[in-house]
C-alpha cells in the first residue's frame, strides 16, 4: 500500500520549515514528511531522521536520496529513537534544531507487510517490534508475563475494561499450549469476552493489540525520554509538532506543552489539536485518530 503521510500540509504550514534552517523527523517511517521538509530548506538546510526500524529506514533512504541526492551532505537519516535524538544530533556535529517533528503513528507498512503481527487482521508471528535488534517480542511478555501484571499492561495502555479477564485466558490457554500468532491471541481474546462484544464496531482484540504494541516498543517512555530532553536542542522560535493517534500520547503531549508554557519556555501554536479534515480521512482512513500538536521554543 502507498504510505500517505498524514496531516502533511497542516505540518508544513505549523511547522514553517524555512532555507536554510536545520529540521529533524524523528520518525523517519517512510518519508513523505520529511521530503516536504527537505523541499523547503535546501538547498542550504540541514535535516536529520531517525528511525529504529531499520527497514523502514531503508525505504525512506532509497526514497530521499533518488529526490535528492545533491543535497546528500546535507542530509543524515540515522538507525535510532527519536528518544535519543539530542545524542543522535551530537554525533553528526549537529548543534541545534529550527524544528522537530515526531509522528507517532506506525505505518501502513508495518500493518500491510512487515509481517510482525501489529494486525489482528492477519494471522502473523506476535512480534511487534520496530526494533529488530530488541530481545522482547509480543509472544514473550504473552507467554512470560505474570498474570497481574499482563492484565495492569491491558488496562493502562489498551484502557480495555476486560483487561483481568483477558490476562486470566492468556494464562489459561498458555498452561495448554503455546499462544504464538496474532490468530491465537485474538481467538483466546475472544473467549474472555461476553458474547454481546463480538460483533461491535471497534473489533474486540484492538485494545489489547494496541497495550502490547505500546509496551513491547516501550512508546510512552521513549515520549516522556524526548519531551524532557528536547527543549535545550531547540533554538529559540523552534517548534515542536507532535502528531499522536491515541489518548495517552496525546495526553502526555497535551499536558507537557502546558507545563513548558507555565515555565514561560515555549508557547503554544496549537491551543487545541489539529485534526484531518474529512477528505483526508475519506483518502486514508487511518488517518482519522490523529492529532497535531505544535509549540513554538521562546
Known amino acids: 500500500m502507498l504510505h500517505i503521510p498524514v496531516l502533511l500540509q497542516e505540518v508544513i504550514e505549523t511547522l ?3 532555507k536554510g534552517q536545520t529540521i529533524a523527523d524523528g520518525t523517519l517511517g517512510a518519508g513523505g514528511h520529511a521530503s516536504a521538509i527537505i523541499e523547503h530548506i535546501m538547498p542550504k538546510g540541514t535535516f536529520l531522521g531517525c528511525d529504529k526500524d531499520s527497514a523502514m529506514l531503508e525505504q525512506a533512504k532509497t526514497k530521499i536520496e533518488q529526490a535528492f541526492g545533491q543535497y546528500k551532505e546535507n542530509i543524515h537519516c540515522v ?24 509522528d507517532l503513528g506506525f505505518s501502513s507498512w508495518h500493518i500491510d507487510e512487515s ?27 504473552i507467554q512470560l508475563m505474570p498474570q497481574k501484571d499482563l492484565a495492569d499492561i491491558i488496562w493502562e495502555y489498551g484502557q480495555e475494561r476486560f483487561s483481568r479477564k483477558i490476562a486470566a485466558a492468556i494464562v489459561k490457554r ?26 461491535t464496531r471497534i473489533n474486540p482484540a484492538t485494545k489489547t493489540f494496541q497495550a502490547l504494541r505500546i509496551y513491547v516498543n516501550d512508546e510512552l517512555g521513549g515520549l516522556k525520554h524526548f ?32 507545563e513548558w508554557e507555565k515555565q514561560k519556555k515555549a508557547h503554544r501554536i496549537t491551543k ?17 485518530s490523529a492529532k497535531l500538536r505544535v509549540i513554538e521554543i521562546i
Open 16 to 18: 514553517g520549515p524555512q
Open 79 to 102: 538507525e535510532g529513537s527519536y528518544k535519543d535524538m539530542v545524542e543522535i544530533a551530537q554525533k553528526h556535529n549537529i548543534g541545534h534544531f529550527d524544528g522537530v517533528l515526531l
Open 115 to 141: 509481517m510482525r503481527g501489529f494486525s489482528f487482521q492477519k494471522d502473523e508471528p506476535l512480534d511487534m517490534r520496530y526494533d529488530q535488534n530488541q530481545e522482547t517480542t509480543a509472544e514473550m511478555v
Open 174 to 199: 498458555r498452561k495448554e499450549k503455546s499462544i504464538k500468532t496474532t490468530a491465537d491471541l485474538v481467538e483466546v481474546i475472544a473467549s474472555a469476552l461476553p458474547a454481546r462484544y463480538q460483533h
Open 227 to 258: 519531551l524532557d530532553t528536547i527543549t535545550e536542542y531547540i533554538s529559540p522560535g523552534g517548534k515542536v509538532a507532535i502528531i499522536s493517534f491515541h489518548s495517552l500520547e496525546d495526553r502526555i503531549v497535551k499536558q507537557t506543552f502546558r
Open 272 to 288: 487545541k489539536p489539529i485534526v484531518p479534515k474529512d477528505t483526508e480521512i475519506k483518502e486514508n482512513p487511518r488517518s482519522r
